[in-house]
């Protein structure tokens, strides 16, 4: 893995080959250990040390991005060399984008040590050993434990300087009986202090002991509980919409709705790399600050994730959420945080009537993506709540919904909630309330 | 650099593995890939981008413990070497049970995909004129799209890999795929059409002859005016119909609902805390009905041109093709080494890394529903109130790969043994994975048959992306849930 003097010096050296012409280089470099588990042993065990570089060439309304693992002389030359010779095919953009030039210097140093100590591979194993002393012998472990460090550098012929470093453990834990009872609890942690794989043991294993003899229930609408894992399976399929790009392409559900009354007025949800709930890095994949966004205040859409490509087509600003894609425009939030409610989790289950537990969503994929239409499948957990008890395990079942309607009916969301690691950069959620969410599929064999 | 130079320090590396104490067996695996990505919007170039990717990984076995590291320098293999060997040594704290590995020849070999025209020889120029004749073709067919987009791939791997007993294997491998894609709003709906299917399009093993064969302009007005039309059609009914799919939608269904409950390594638990496991996993191979007679299914990593083809496994296997399910009988599971010693089989040769820095796992080949004996119009026409569905759309499927829910662009509406010609929006069909495969009633001849790709299936921890084949003809299945709407 390279430091932040050889990422330099690599940025450098680029920079020095692009004949004149304005560029952007950034320089990447992380290194992984990441141990899985099958039937409560290790059975794969694996680490992987990646640098990678990629440059993008400015010429008057045009850029041009060419990406390599390459990093000699003459890599480098090549891909600087490919990165012009295409600007001469590229048409030009909606207007010229002149290179980041303020601030001069940003960094985001995150990287613990303590943490990076904490984690050597002998240490991982001993861990996870140690999770397998609290799991009984009808039950297996299955999930994974990694450690990743991540160094990325970037800097522009404009005299430009970003920098950012973090490591972060992450950690899922599926525990099952013979006849497929199954519980599942993760988390995420970039101080050893946040760490706690005992709890995530203890929450799964007791998960799967509740899903014993499942009742199946016929599809339908239903009032859920939605555990923070699953609000964040959602969540995750909707901040594709608060994307520039996607407001560009009209892909997004808030095509010429953007400031309306949308969701529930309990929903509030922003994007802040400074909140130690969900932390990021002060600059996006173009050098450019990055901006707090409130993206829904109780339930009004208010701001999307802006790059600069998008921006410049619909006449707006970038916020700093530019994303690296294959050298096209998109952008997302990165560190989401919903607003907490009032009650505990706990609570909200103590005081329900009747209502459906879901601890997580498999295999979401939007059905329609201007109509928020959602599907997918609950998974490793999912209860039936009566009286304010959870009195038996439901046979998973596939949900259809618009998380247009899901998200305005939403009853209740919980004041205590979870740091979960997204799609892309991570999020903090609560649990919610949402009645009406409605059911379409069964999952038993015998189903027709 | 040079394959003289790169062969003498795998050999070196892997002697010195060799030497270590505990060491059962190593491989080392170094794969160069180079990507280049180009696509059109509304005739401008969107993108022009290209990777080059260059390292190895090294998979050591240590007293039945396995450990891998990935790394790009080439300068410190043994560096690396001691890295995978520490991993291996830790791993061995939680093993119950040590791995085994099957046997395997030992192969010393070359393959190289058969190509006419190498698309890097191809001028970006000419690919990117090809989009551009193909969006007017499009935006001509129908001036009121509000998008049209064409959008090419062309991968080239030079795969190198050698193992502890002898091996050595080189691979040069061409993936190349494309397609082009109509747009349209109105009434609040944004609709699609795409050519050869959506999510980047076909696939295949194959040089720049596919596409040309591909006919992206060809194409493009008949995918120009369906957009439009779409927008202008009727929400398709829900309800229990009869439905033929058209193998740019069987490749998913198959993909999703055959290709990954069939991995040996979901059966043993192995992808459970993240990708699922199988509803096959309390089955009996040679035994369990998976579907009708008129089902059968080959796993075959050699068909021509199929994007799961290959010459050897990232084991060191031979590709070969595998009997899935004969007539609806359910015979074989993909396999890996390492798995196919759990049930006491030889691999039959699919394991697979998407790059150096990931451990091969089992991956689909080619996955593929055989040709039957009907054509078109007699699927169709023993149809009184039906649907064509065409080009997937959406989809999902439990983690035991039982209930599956896709959408399509498009379905044509069949009556009387006939199409109409009418044709429905935001069609979606579900249903439970070998009911909906014993509910099959006919397959299209070899006349009607299509070798296609998907470039998109995720799979393992860190994630690896692979790319399968599926071949199949139109096929007819009876009683199927179709839409939600009535739920």
């Known amino acids: ?448 | 650099m040079e394959p003289v130079v790169l062969k003498e320090k795998m050999q070196q590396v892997l002697s010195f593995i060799k030497a270590q104490e505990g060491v059962e067996y190593a491989d080392v695996r170094s794969n160069y890939i180079i990507t280049e990505n180009c696509s059109t919007e509304n005739m401008k170039v969107q993108s022009l981008s290209s990777a080059k990717n260059l390292g190895y990984g090294i998979r050591v076995y240590m007293q039945g413990s396995m450990g891998f590291a990935g790394s790009q320098d080439f300068e410190n293999m043994e560096a690396t070497a001691k890295i995978a060997m520490e991993i291996a040594q830790a791993t061995r704290l939680t093993q119950k049970h040590p791995v085994k590995l099957a046997p395997k020849p030992v192969v010393v070999a070359s393959y190289a995909t058969p190509i006419e025209i190498d698309p890097f020889t191809v001028s970006k120029e000419e690919k990117l004129g090809l989009l551009f004749e193909a969006e007017a073709l499009m935006r001509e067919a129908a001036p009121q799209l509000f998008r049209t987009q064409g959008n090419l791939m062309f991968r080239h791997e030079v795969k190198t890999w050698a193992d502890t007993d002898g091996g050595f294997i080189t691979q040069d491998l061409y993936e190349i795929g494309g397609s082009i894609s109509a747009i349209a709003i109105g009434k609040g709906e944004m609709q699609l059409r795409s050519y050869p299917n959506s999510a980047g399009g076909n696939f295949a093993t194959a040089g720049w002859e596919f596409i040309k064969a591909m006919d992206l302009p060809g194409n493009a007005a008949r995918v120009g005016r369906e957009a439009m039309a779409l927008v202008e059609a009727e929400e398709c009914p829900s309800g229990i119909f009869d439905i033929v799919i058209a193998p740019s939608q069987l490749v998913l269904q198959i993909h999703e609902s055959v290709g990954h409950p069939i991995e040996l390594d979901r059966m043993l638990g192995y992808e459970a805390g993240m990708a699922g496991t199988s509803f096959l996993d309390s089955v009996e191979p040679g035994k369990f009905r998976y579907g009708s007679e008129h089902v059968t299914i080959v796993a075959d990593a050699t068909a021509p041109g199929g994007v799961g083809t290959f010459g050897y496994d990232d084991d060191g296997v031979a590709a070969q093709p595998i009997e899935v399910i004969t007539k609806g009988i359910f015979h074989n599971f993909l396999s890996s080494r390492d798995t196919a010693a759990v049930i006491g089989k030889p691999s039959n040769g699919t394991c697979r890394a998407d790059g150096w820095g990931r451990i091969p796992i089992v991956r689909m080949t080619n996955i593929s529903l055989m040709p039957g004996d009907f054509t078109f119009d007699e699927l169709i026409g023993g149809i009184e109130d039906g649907l064509y569905l065409d080009v997937n759309r959406s989809w999902s499927i439990d983690d035991r790969r039982l209930n599956f829910q896709f959408a399509t662009e498009v379905a044509y509406e069949i009556k009387q043994g006939k199409l109409t010609g009418k044709i429905y929006k935001n069609p979606i069909y579900t249903g439970i994975t070998p009911v909906f495969w014993g509910s099959c009633d006919g397959v299209g001849n070899p006349d009607f048959w299509r070798m296609m790709g998907v470039a998109n299936c995720g799979k393992g921890e860190p994630g690896q992306v692979a790319h399968c084949g599926h071949g199949s003809a139109p096929a007819r299945f009876r009683q199927v849930k179709v839409g939600v709407a009535d739920v």
Request: glycine fraction near 8%; proline fraction near 4%; charge should be negative.
């Open chain 1, 1 to 448: 893995m390279y430091n932040k003097e050889r990422i330099f010096q690599l940025i450098d050296q680029a920079l020095a080959l692009t004949q004149g012409h304005p560029a952007l280089v950034q320089v990447t470099s992380s290194a992984e250990g990441l141990s899985r588990i099958a039937n409560s042993e290790i059975h794969q065990n694996v680490f992987e040390d990646r640098t990678s570089l990629s440059v993008t060439i400015y010429d008057s309304k045009k850029s041009s991005s060419i990406s390599t693992t390459l990093l000699s002389q003459e890599g480098i030359a090549e891909a600087v060399q490919e990165a012009i010779a295409n600007l001469a095919l590229l048409p030009e953009g909606e207007e010229q984008q002149p290179l980041i030039s303020e601030p001069k210097e940003m960094e985001t140093l995150r990287f613990s040590l303590e943490l990076h100590e904490a984690f050597g591979v002998e240490t991982r194993v001993q861990m996870i050993a140690d999770g397998f002393k609290g799991i009984p012998d009808n039950y297996k472990a299955y999930g994974q434990l990694a450690y990743r460090a991540t160094n990325t550098g970037m800097g522009n012929s404009a005299g430009i300087r970003r920098y950012s470093d973090d490591n972060s453990v992450r950690f899922s834990l599926l525990v099952s009986d013979d006849v497929g009872g199954t519980g599942y609890a993760s988390m995420v942690a970039s101080t050893p202090e946040e760490v706690d794989l005992a709890s995530v043991f203890a929450i799964a294993l007791q998960k799967a002991q509740a899903n014993q003899d499942p009742i199946e229930l016929e599809p339908g609408a239903y009032t859920v509980i939605l555990e923070p894992m699953a609000v964040s399976n959602l969540l995750g399929s909707l901040m594709f919409s608060f994307s520039g790009a996607a407001l560009v392409s009209k892909m997004s559900f808030l095509t010429d709705r953007l400031g309306e009354q949308l969701f529930s007025e309990k929903l509030t949800i922003v994007d802040d790399w400074t909140n130690p709930l969900s932390p990021g890095i002060a600059f996006d994949s173009e050098g450019v600050p990055r901006s707090k966004l409130t993206l829904v205040d109780k339930g009004v859409t208010k701001e999307v994730a802006w790059d600069r490509a998008a921006a410049a087509k619909a006449g707006a600003q970038t916020t700093g959420h530019a994303l690296s894609f294959m050298g096209r425009s998109a952008s997302a939030p990165m560190n989401t945080v919903i607003t907490p409610g009032e009650k505990p989790l706990a609570q909200i289950i103590a005081e329900t009537t009747k209502a459906l537990l879901v601890t997580r969503f498999h295999y979401m994929n939007p059905v329609n993506a201007r109509q928020a239409l959602l599907t997918g499948i609950t998974r490793d957990g999912f209860f039936l709540v009566e009286n304010g008890k959870i009195t038996k395990a439901v046979r998973n079942m596939r949900f259809t919904e618009s998380m247009l309607k899901a998200f305005s009916q939403i009853e209740e969301i919980a004041s205590d909630g979870e740091r979960l690691g997204a799609m892309m950069g991570s999020s903090y959620v609560p649990g919610m309330k949402i009645t009406d969410f409605h059911f379409t599929g069964k999952t038993s064999f015998t189903d027709t």
